[in-house]
């Protein structure tokens, strides 16, 4: 089963009009992005969209801020970082949201193996927090599209794989990074049932990701096809018309299990 929604919920006072037009369209998914901050401050206002988007039947995660690095140098950033996820998962926990995806940081001039080491512990910290404060919530480090930044298929596999936290696969980031989808690679590589993935147009090139843009209806045409059939996957769209690339996306779904 594929459930396909959009990036972006909206500000706060349009939140609630937003999903109830998702619902209208038949997305059943939504990544609440808080790309340049957690702007849900109150435990009322997140109880309140996480009550309309439960009644909607759509699955609310979040993105957390661009400004993460579990990997810094500076001792100042890292906690900010864990910080700032942190504050998703607290907003998550009060949404009734499971996933809180984030980008883990940077290689900087370390090698690959020490990056890998620093950001483990990183996260086995972060889980421990989760732990304590009893929030129902997920960390999803995610496929990176870069190849100079932290992210591979075989390093979040590696992160899930040692502290036992989820992920988010990337598909565009995967095609930007690796030339192809490699959906034997990630099938391989994550064996659960349940796949929480961003999809949407991309420019890449030797260094890979360049930006996002549009989805057109021959990449979901390519990519459906290639998806496991016995997961549950949920597709969130992050082109720079998420709303409508999923609509879309619907539509090619739906004609290919007809």
């Known amino acids: 089963m594929i459930t396909f929604g959009p990036a972006g919920i909206g500000g706060l006072k349009e939140a609630i009009f937003n999903l109830e037009k998702y619902g209208e369209f038949g997305l059943k998914a939504c990544e609440i992005a808080f790309t340049y901050g957690v702007y849900i401050k109150t435990k009322e206002d997140a109880e309140k969209i996480g009550k309309r988007a439960k009644e909607l039947g759509i699955k609310l995660s979040i ?3 661009y400004w993460i690095n579990l990997n810094s140098n500076e001792k100042e950033k890292v906690e900010g970082s864990k910080k700032r996820i942190l504050d998703c998962c607290r907003v998550a926990d009060w949404l009734g949201s499971k996933k809180v995806v984030f980008h883990c940081g940077y290689y900087g001039k370390m090698q690959p193996e020490e990056t890998f080491q620093n950001i483990k512990k990183q996260i086995l910290e972060l889980m421990d927090e989760i732990k304590k404060n009893k929030w129902g919530v997920e960390l999803c480090p995610e496929i990176m599209g870069k190849k100079n930044v932290f992210g591979s298929i075989e390093e979040i596999s590696k992160l899930v794989n040692e502290t036992h936290c989820s992920f988010c696969i990337d598909f565009a980031h995967t095609l930007a990074r690796y030339g ?11 064996q659960q049932e349940k796949w929480h ?4 147009g991309i420019e890449y090139g030797e260094k890979g990701e360049k930006h996002h843009k549009l989805t057109s209806e021959e990449e979901i045409k390519k990519l459906i096809p290639l998806l496991p059939k016995n997961k549950e996957i949920i597709i969130i769209n992050e082109s720079p018309s998420p709303v409508e690339d999923s609509i879309l996306s619907i539509k090619v779904y739906n004609k290919s299990i007809k």
């Open 63 to 65: 993105h957390a801020p």
């Open 197 to 200: 993935c961003h999809f949407s």
């Open 180 to 190: 192809t989808y490699d959906m034997e690679l990630l099938e391989k590589s994550f």
